[in-house]
């Protein structure tokens, strides 16, 4: 089953879009700044607000033990 819910997963087609983005992702030649741009606290509160829910969501209909 895929992720969607929609039709059957394609391991061949996954592993070759995953290599592809590995492979973008090695070469990629941007600079990022060396100091944070914001308050990396109130960031990352900001991310646990909005994505706690579908990952609780997620784990307790598939238990990962």
């Not at 391991?11 to 590995?22: I, N, S, T």
């Amino acid at each position: 089953m895929s992720v969607s819910g929609e039709g059957s997963f394609n391991r061949e087609l996954f592993l070759e879009k995953l290599a592809g983005f590995e492979k973008s992702w090695v070469r990629e030649k941007s600079r990022y700044p060396s100091a944070p741009n914001d308050n990396a606290v109130e960031v990352a509160r900001e991310m646990v607000l909005k994505y706690n829910p579908i990952i609780l969501h997620v784990y307790r209909e598939k238990s990962v033990f």
